[in-house]
C-alpha cells in the first residue's frame, strides 16, 4: 500500500511539474490595433519577416494547424504574420488565421487574449516597420 502511495503521489508530482512547464512555454496575448498600415522594411510581408528570423529552425504553417486565436483549423494559405503584444508591451509577429487578423484593430472588435506558443513568436520592433503609403 505504501508502494501504491508513492507511485501515484509521484505520478501527481510529475503531471503538475509537466503543467508548469507547458505553461511555461505559452503566453498570454492580444492583437494589436493600429497596424494594418505597417509593412515591413525589408520584406513584402510580415510572413517573409516571420520565416526569415525563423530561417532553419521552425517553419511557418505548411500543413493544416489550429489557429492560436479563434482554434479553428486552418489552411496553410489562410496564415498571416500577426502583430500581437504580450501582457508587459512586448510585441511579435505570429503565424495567425487571415480572418483573426483583420477582425481586430481600431474601430473593430475589442481583441480576446488568447494563449501562443512562445518558441513561435518573432519579436517585432517599431523600427522594422515602415507606413504603408496607399
Ligand atoms: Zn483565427
Sequence with gaps: MDNLNSFIGKNVMD????????QSRSIKVKHMSDTSDLKPKNFDTWKEFWE????GEMTFPNIEEKCACCNKPTDPKDFV???IKDSNGNMYIYPICNSCNSKYGKGKAESPEFSVSKEKCVDFKCSDAVIKKE
Design 52 to 55: 526569415d528570423a525563423k530561417k
Design 81 to 83: 504574420g500577426a502583430h
Design 15 to 22: 503531471m503538475d511539474k509537466f503543467l508548469k512547464q507547458s
